[in-house]
T-cell receptor, first 115, second 116 residues
Framework: DTGVSQDPRHKITKRGQNVTFRCDPISEHNRLYWYRQTLGQGPEFLTYFQNEAQLEKSRLLSDRFSAERPKGSFSTLEIQRTEQGDSAMYLC?????????????FGPGTRLTVT | AQKVTQAQTEISVVEKEDVTLDCVYETRDTTYYLFWYKQPPSGELVFLIRRNSFDEQNEISGRYSWNFQKSTSSFNFTITASQVVDSAVYFCALSDEQTGANNLFFGTGTRLTVIP
């Protein structure tokens, strides 16, 4: 059974550069979520998709952030013009709909460092 | 607004001791879900349990047990006979209508260290 995978695991970039992260959910899961986790804090919700539709966005998701899930399978999260405050772990999770909706399964995360 | 408080920032216990991790939550909704996740040093959050607001039965799974008390808005987690592999950060989380019912609102976590 393949879990949620994320790529890359680590990314170091200079301020002002654009970065893109990828998430591959568990294959039968139609919901996909993005969270951000800073040091010493719990994850904070960014956005979620049901199939290819982006149904909810947090106000944490500024206009420099964009997420897509073009075919309802993998998803990408892009950050444009990165700032040092964007340094964090970016976590992806997936779940089923129905009675198992609230059981989200997380990937290993992408750690972003903006220098 | 919803809130999840994990007042214990760090706990250290000696192997084989029992340990309880506290979680207190706030929500205005009558329907909500509570969760515990484990985040080992590798970083990947591991789902442990989900409990809905209508089910106050306590649950036991091996060395893990959960005590849900609506009267005190608490959802505490006990590890019996702790082991070194239990060392991790543990997060309590809430999902309700205010969170959009589709995302999780996490506490700040409790770092548990089990000393051999």
């Amino acid at each position: 059974d393949t879990g949620v995978s994320q790529d890359p695991r680590h990314k170091i970039t200079k301020r002002g550069q654009n970065v893109t992260f990828r998430c591959d959910p568990i294959s039968e899961h139609n919901r996909l979520y993005w969270y951000r986790q800073t040091l010493g804090q719990g994850p904070e919700f960014l956005t979620y998709f049901q199939n290819e539709a982006q149904l909810e966005k947090s106000r944490l998701l500024s206009d420099r952030f964009s997420a897509e899930r073009p075919k309802g399978s993998f998803s990408t999260l892009e950050i444009q013009r990165t700032e040092q405050g964007d340094s964090a772990m970016y976590l992806c999770a997936s779940s089923l709909t129905g009675t198992k909706t609230y059981e989200q399964y997380f990937g290993p995360g992408t750690r972003l460092t903006v220098t | 607004a919803q809130k999840v408080t994990q007042a214990q920032t760090e706990i250290s216990v000696v192997e084989k001791e029992d340990v309880t991790l506290d979680c207190v939550y706030e929500t205005r909704d009558t329907t909500y879900y509570l969760f515990w996740y484990k985040q080992p040093p590798s970083g990947e959050l591991v789902f442990l349990i989900r409990r809905n607001s209508f089910d106050e039965q306590n649950e036991i799974s091996g060395r893990y047990s959960w005590n849900f008390q609506k009267s005190t808005s608490s959802f505490n987690f006990t590890i019996t006979a702790s082991q070194v592999v239990d060392s991790a950060v543990y997060f309590c989380a809430l999902s309700d209508e205010q969170t959009g019912a589709n995302n999780l609102f996490f506490g700040t976590g409790t770092r548990l260290t089990v000393i051999p």
